[in-house]
């Protein structure tokens, strides 16, 4: 017959090492949760800032190979010729593409033999309010891809452009006609805003009540000034956040309930990194994406008619 006072013993001794866990976990997890992300270590060079905008240069890793997802792989020492430029979208910070040891975009690109170059769009302030797509497509874009090639000595690049970013590579392909683009690989770039989730709802009902003041007052989003747009990092967490306002919340509520799994925490320490430290958009180029959903209508052509006369956009 078992002990009945050992038999409570075990019971709380087991309730207090649990309480312990869950409670140290909460701690890290609030007060010291850089202590538990796992982002941005693949080691990189910068080769050049402007003091905002600057470029890295990802060299061959040291390992023989490396994990994927529980899959174990080769790392190619004979490199392919043609380099990648990875152009990321405006708001996000880098590690993105770095985000776990064994789910990085970068480490997998040069484990697969790619010489890897990334674009870092920086954190912009106010001072930076007149930067438009211009400023990034025609004058950047174009010069740090030069940079790439002085370092590389190819001319053939191929870019790699996730979702604003995307449109940032088909831009500059289209109004450039560079013919040494060799790949331009295009994911999740926004086709149409309006199907966003909540903020889709929101841009239509700024496209409505632009539309209404228009047809009554002759006032367009053109004429605000462009700092006013001026989008800072929390906005853009809110923002990105509201497309999935439920996935949001229950990503929250799945942290309670496995608190006492630390690999857990981690993980979801390291996703925050990433999500809620969005950075800010100048304030010029947040205009475009206005001007297309809700400065005057929505049928094709005017939202045609919008990009082709917004100032600073120049074809």
């Known amino acids: 017959m078992p002990d009945p006072l050992q038999y409570a013993f075990n019971k709380v001794s087991g309730l207090t090492r649990q309480t312990a866990l869950y409670a140290g976990n909460a701690f890290d997890r609030v007060f010291r949760a850089a202590s538990l992300v796992q982002a941005g ?8 800032t402007d003091g905002l905008v600057s470029l890295r240069y990802y060299p061959p890793l040291a390992e023989d190979f490396i994990e994927l997802d529980g899959e174990m792989i080769d790392v190619e020492r004979t490199p392919h010729k043609t380099p990648i430029v990875i152009v990321p979208p405006l708001a996000v910070n880098m590690l993105i593409y770095d985000l776990f040891p064994q789910r990085s975009l970068v480490r997998f690109l040069r484990a697969k033999g790619f010489e890897v170059y990334l674009i870092d769009w920086g954190v912009p302030t106010r ?4 930067y438009n797509l211009h400023t990034y497509v025609a004058e950047l874009l174009p010069a740090y891809l030069n940079r790439v090639r002085e370092h590389s000595g190819e001319q053939k690049l191929s870019l790699h452009g996730w979702s604003l970013g995307g449109m940032f590579t088909l831009f500059y392909s289209a109004l450039s006609r560079d013919q040494h683009i060799r790949n331009a690989i295009v994911l999740g770039s926004p086709i149409d805003s309006h199907a966003s989730g909540l903020m ?14 228009r047809k009554r007052t002759g006032f367009r989003l053109h004429d ?4 006013w747009f001026h989008s800072p990092g929390w906005a853009n967490t ?3 956040k509201l497309t999935n306002p439920i996935g949001s919340v229950m990503g929250y509520w799945e942290l309670i309930v496995r608190l006492g799994d630390r690999d857990f925490v981690a993980s979801h320490a390291t996703t925050s990194a ?10 010029a180029s947040c205009r475009m994406p206005w001007y297309a959903c809700g400065s005057t209508t929505n049928s094709p052509k005017a939202r045609s008619r919008s990009a082709k006369t917004s100032p600073g956009w120049r074809m």
């Open 200 to 213: 889709g709802l929101m841009y239509q009902r700024v496209s409505d009540v632009a539309d209404f003041v």
């Open 224 to 227: 605000v000034k462009p700092h």
């Open 127 to 130: 001072q930076h309010s007149h």
């Open 274 to 283: 990433f999500l809620d430290r969005m950075v800010a958009t100048p304030a």
């Open 41 to 48: 270590q693949t080691p990189f060079e910068t080769l050049y």
């Open 238 to 240: 809110i923002g990105f």
